[in-house]
């Protein structure tokens, strides 16, 4: 069975452009988060959608969003990108996303803002 | 408010040794634990996950531990091989927030032939 992939893998954008990146999760996972991981540090927590519905958010600006599609991919976009946006970015799926379930994690997105 | 810390910050043992990896979190009330793997440039490997209603969880060569009232979780590695090199994260759901893992900051260990 196929994990949770990502694309693309790697990415180049300048100040001020917009990115869309995209991940498929685990076949038969309902949820998909997004993960923003700047070097040196932990993953942070971005969006989290269950059955097209966001059901969390975490202290990003506006400038980030996401949906989810009914085949349960998920795109997130950054738009007006800073410097600042450079980083990997993680997906993760899992059943159904509540507190006990197991997440599963992409190879991520390599995203840099030159 | 949910806080994960990983010390150290950086390991580094010859081939053969066994280690231990510490995780310590501020609020006990928490529904399971998460220990990942991340080689540089990677995605995270799931590894391990203990329920709350768990003490100890193995896989092959790697077993976690946890302590609920005390507030941590151990990795315990045995024998380690280089191949083992690479960062070591932690993680636990967030209670208020359905679906957020808060991660610890990890920690990179270096095994050396």
């Known amino acids: 069975d196929a994990g949770v992939t990502q694309s693309p893998t790697h990415l180049i954008k300048t100040r001020g452009q917009q990115v869309t990146l995209r991940c498929s999760p685990i076949?038969?996972?309902?949820?998909v988060s997004w993960y923003q991981q700047v070097l040196g540090q932990g993953p942070q927590f971005i969006f989290q959608?269950?059955?097209?519905?966001?059901?969390g958010r975490g202290n990003f600006p506006d400038r980030f969003s996401a949906r989810q599609f009914p085949n349960y991919s998920s795109e997130l976009n950054v738009n007006a990108l800073l410097l600042g946006d450079s980083a990997l970015y993680l997906c993760?799926?899992?059943?159904?996303?509540?507190?006990?379930?197991?997440?599963?994690f992409g190879q991520g997105t390599r995203l840099t803002v030159v | 408010k949910q806080e994960v810390t990983q010390i150290p910050a950086a390991l580094s043992v010859p081939e053969g040794e066994n280690l231990v990896l510490n995780c310590s979190f501020t609020?006990?009330?928490?529904?399971?634990l998460q220990w990942f793997r991340q080689d540089p440039g990677k995605g995270l490997t799931s590894l391990l996950l203990?329920?709350?209603?768990?003490r100890e969880q193995t896989s092959g060569r790697l077993n976690a531990s946890l302590d609920k009232s005390s507030g941590r979780s151990t990795l315990y590695i045995a024998a380690s091989q280089p191949g083992d090199s690479a960062t070591y994260l932690c993680?636990?759901?967030?209670?208020?927030?359905?679906?957020?893992?808060?991660f610890g900051q990890g920690t990179t260990l270096q095994v050396k032939p």
């Open positions: 076949s038969g996972h309902k949820s």
């Open positions: 993760a799926s899992s059943l159904a996303g509540g507190r006990s379930s197991e997440a599963f």
């Open positions: 959608y269950y059955e097209k519905e966001e059901r």
């Open positions: 203990i329920q709350s209603s768990q």
């Open positions: 609020d006990s009330a928490i529904y399971n």
């Open positions: 993680a636990v759901p967030d209670p208020s927030n359905t679906g957020k893992l808060i």
